[in-house]
Each structure stands twice: as structure tokens, then as C-alpha cells.
């Protein structure tokens, strides 16, 4: 036997190594070509993701994403992408040779910044130092509410409604006074015998120009002979009458054209012709200050409003709330004067 075909020769070993075709690996076969219904699903897929709609908000984080990733990634990084910068190529020529934002030293280290500058976007309109000037003014007004000793007073819900509830009081107590003074107005007109325009409602006047007819004329009487109880109720019916007729007057002269008038004419032609102007009887003191009238406004409205029922009781013994006339002055019957007493 030769000394080759020993085992323990390393001779030996080398031919069996190179014909061990059993710990041999071999590449895997080239990929078979696509065939035509794969490239038919292939394309079947891509078509569908590329018909598919984004929403705003997918379109916004895509948007962020590839923002933040474009910030995060170094120019420096992409050959490519630095080859093909013609900033990049300017920094070069100014000096710039990466790892800084600045010349190198002279030892080779960067001077400068070594990370960009990042972004800060803006979600509103507001211009360059808007929100720097919103602090300062906050700031001011902080230390001036600090400086003050001042508190921010909280709203109590029990306190706010307890102020509703007294608003609603006095809205019903006021429509009360209103009706309680129509009908002490209209009680004493009928007692004194008097079917003067005064006691004429707002809705009668307007009804007669309605129909037709000639409105009625302001009283002329003084403001100051009509009771106070209800003399600001006179007060407000002529006053909004005078306008109203006013405004009438003023539409009617626009509206008429201009016509020859004679000298002899009958007065009650130019009347019908509408030739002569309406002569207004107002009240003389209707413009002038009333200082009983001003104070008596000035009461609570619960005060004024017991004032009025107790005329109505002591001077025709009517019950604001009981809606009816007693025979005589105990008037029996009546729970009291208050609304509560009839409940």
C-alpha cells in the first residue's frame, strides 16, 4: 500500500475532500419567469391600491412621516442624493466639507452646529412674534391681578339661581303693573263719568287707522292732572301716538305730489284733498320733566304694584285677583291683597 492511500494521510484526505460529493452545496436554480396570470394578479393589486382614496387624515401622518424622516435623514448620508445638490455643491465651494455646518479647524474637527436646525410649522395666522406678544400681555395682566390681591370670584350655582328666579319675579310683578294700571286707569275714567281719548287703548287708535278713519286726537289735558298710578301709562300711549302720527304725516307729504293751492279755497276741500297739514293737541308738559313721576319709578315694582291694588280696594272695591266687584268696603269673601293670599 502506498503511503497515499494511507487514511492518515493528508494527501489522502485532499482527494477524498475534493470527490466528497456529499457535503457538496449547490445554488438554487434561476426563478422561473412570471408567468401571465401571476402578471395578471400582479397588476390586478397594484391597480386596486392605486384606486384606493386616502383620507385627509392619512394624506396629514404620510405627510409628517415623510417629513420627519427627510429631517432625521443627513444629506451627507445619500451619495446620490449630495452629488445631485447644487446647495450642497455652493457650501463646497464656500469651504464646507461635511460633519458641521462650518469650516474644519485645523486639526480637522467641524466648527459650528453638527445637527440641523428644526423645524417649527405654524397652525394659524397670526404673524412673526403674535404669540410672544399674547404672553407679554398675559403676563401683565397676571401681575397686575396678582399685584391687586385680586380673586377670580367663582359662580355659585345656588347664588346665579337665585338671581334667574328674582329676574322672572320681577318680569311677572312688571306685566302685573301694567295690567293693574290699564285697569285703575280705565275704573277711574268710568267713575268720573269721562270717555276721554285718554282712556282709548293703543290697539283702538291703531284699529281706527286701520279702518279707515281718522285717528284720534292727543289729548290735550296736562300730564300732570292724571294721577301718578298711572301717569307714566298716559305718558308712553301719547308720546308713541305723536310718533306714530308723525311718521304717518311724513309718509303721506312724500308720497302726494305737489298741487296748485288757492287762497279762497274751502277749508274743508283742502281738507278732503288732504291739502292741509294735521294740527297736533299734545299735552303741553309732555316734553317737560315730571320729578313725582321719577320717583315714583323709581319704587320696587312690588311696592308700586301693592300701591296700585290697594286704590283699586279703598276707592272700587275691586280685587286685582279675585276679577270681581264687591258690594261694599269689607268686600267678604277676599283671602287678602297679596297674590300669595289667593292661592
Not at 404673524?127 to 377670580?152: L, N
Not at 306685566?175 to 290699564?182: I, N, P, S
Not at 284720534?216 to 289735558?221: A, M, Q, T, V
Not at 302726494?256 to 294735521?278: H, I, N, Q, V
Request: glycine share 8%; aromatic share 4%.
Amino acid at each position: 500500500m502506498s503511503p497515499t492511500n494511507q487514511p492518515g494521510c493528508p494527501e489522502a484526505q485532499g482527494d477524498d475532500a475534493e470527490d466528497d460529493y456529499m457535503n457538496m452545496t449547490f445554488d438554487d436554480p434561476a426563478p422561473a419567469t412570471e408567468s401571465s396570470l401571476q402578471r395578471t394578479q400582479r397588476l390586478k393589486k397594484e391597480s386596486r391600491a392605486r384606486g384606493v382614496i386616502k383620507s385627509k387624515a392619512q394624506l396629514a401622518e404620510e405627510e409628517a412621516a415623510a417629513r420627519d424622516k427627510a429631517l432625521a435623514t443627513s444629506l451627507l448620508d445619500d451619495p446620490r442624493r449630495a452629488k445631485t445638490s447644487k446647495g450642497l455643491a455652493m457650501m463646497a465651494r464656500m469651504g464646507f466639507a461635511g460633519g458641521g455646518l462650518g469650516k474644519k479647524e485645523a486639526d480637522g474637527t467641524a466648527r459650528g452646529r453638527t445637527e440641523p436646525i428644526h423645524l417649527s410649522l405654524k397652525d394659524d395666522r397670526g404673524g412673526v412674534g403674535m404669540d410672544a406678544e399674547k404672553k407679554r400681555r398675559f403676563r401683565e395682566v397676571a401681575e397686575e391681578v396678582i399685584g391687586s390681591d385680586a380673586k377670580v370670584q367663582k359662580l355659585d350655582p345656588d347664588e346665579y339661581r337665585e338671581r334667574v328666579r328674582r329676574e322672572r319675579e320681577d318680569a311677572k310683578l312688571e306685566k302685573q303693573f301694567l295690567a293693574a294700571q290699564r285697569l285703575v286707569e280705565r275704573m277711574d275714567e268710568e267713575e268720573d263719568g269721562d270717555g276721554g281719548d285718554a282712556s282709548a287703548s293703543e290697539d283702538d287708535a291703531e284699529g281706527r287707522d286701520k279702518g279707515g278713519r281718522a285717528p284720534r286726537p292727543i289729548s290735550s289735558r296736562p300730564l300732570r292732572s292724571v294721577p301718578v298710578l298711572y301717569r307714566g301709562l298716559v305718558r308712553h300711549r301719547e308720546e308713541k301716538e305723536r310718533d306714530r302720527r308723525m311718521r304717518y304725516d311724513l309718509e303721506q307729504s312724500l308720497s302726494r305730489l305737489p298741487a296748485y293751492e288757492e287762497e279762497d279755497d274751502d277749508p274743508d276741500y283742502k281738507t278732503a284733498l288732504g291739502k292741509r297739514g294735521t294740527v297736533y293737541a299734545v299735552a303741553e308738559d309732555l316734553d317737560e320733566e315730571d320729578p313725582e313721576l321719577d320717583a315714583f319709578n323709581a319704587v320696587d315694582v312690588h311696592e308700586r304694584l301693592e300701591r296700585l291694588l290697594k286704590h283699586l280696594r279703598e276707592q272700587h272695591r275691586y280685587c286685582f285677583w279675585c276679577k270681581m266687584v264687591y258690594p261694599d268696603a269689607k268686600m267678604d269673601g277676599c283671602p287678602g291683597l297679596t297674590e300669595e293670599d289667593h292661592d
